[in-house]
């Protein structure tokens, strides 16, 4: 899993509220294409393309400079109906590393800390007033964000703080998805099924 330190970067607004796992990556799409690496092309692909295929020029990401995008700055509970990991997958190849809303969708959320991408929950002042810095700029400006620090920094210089989770924090700092971070305790693990063996030789099959 990719680390994430600190990210600055042109970001695109949108704030259309209730934005779905579907309309993030529709099933439709992922039926025999459910792998990783061919899913950014149908990420908001309502949004994005005309029913006879052609680009929605009025969509942000298709206008530039937002194409470059590697920050969103998402409506209220973003992420939110059915759990599908592919959502976050696919964001990210868009090239989108970090989300910045007032509220995301449980599982998505999670699911974006095993992926690499970094959610921050700001006040919802806090998020209108950065998209608001970013539509003056047409996209110009660039959000700063820290993770060490925990910061946002928008394009005028504001700063705003987040929280997060001090395990979550690390663990994208060092890049380590859940698996990895069990494999850290590898040698205790070892440890115990060495003396669980001897005690219950018949879980092992021997």
């Not at 009025?58 to 109906?81: D, H, K, M, S, W």
């Not at 806090?126 to 810095?133: G, Q």
Request: proline letters at 4%; one cysteine or more; charged letters at 20%.
């Amino acid at each position: 899993m990719q680390k994430f330190s600190t990210l600055t970067s042109i970001a695109a607004p949108l704030l259309r509220e209730n934005i779905d796992t579907d309309i993030i990556i529709p099933i439709a799409r992922m039926v025999g294409n459910s792998a990783r690496g061919s899913l950014g092309q149908w990420c908001f692909s309502a949004l994005r393309y005309h029913s006879d295929g052609s680009e929605n020029a009025e969509f942000i990401l298709n206008r530039a400079p937002y194409r470059a995008a590697q920050i969103l700055i998402t409506g209220v509970n973003f992420g939110c109906g059915s759990s599908r990991e592919a959502a976050v997958w696919a964001l990210q190849e868009m090239g989108v590393r970090c989300l910045i809303g007032s509220s995301f969708g449980d599982i998505f959320f999670n699911n974006c800390f095993q992926n690499g991408v970094l959610p921050v929950v700001l006040e919802r002042e806090a998020v209108e007033s950065l998209a608001a810095e970013v539509a003056a700029s047409q996209g110009a400006g660039r959000i700063g964000v820290d993770l060490v620090e925990m910061t946002v920094t928008s394009p005028s210089g504001k700063r705003f703080a987040f929280a997060l989770e001090p395990q979550r924090r690390q663990a994208l700092l060092e890049g380590l998805d859940e698996i990895a971070i069990t494999l850290q305790r590898a040698p205790e693990i070892a440890a115990f099924q060495a003396q669980d063996r001897q005690r219950r030789p018949w879980v092992y099959g021997v």
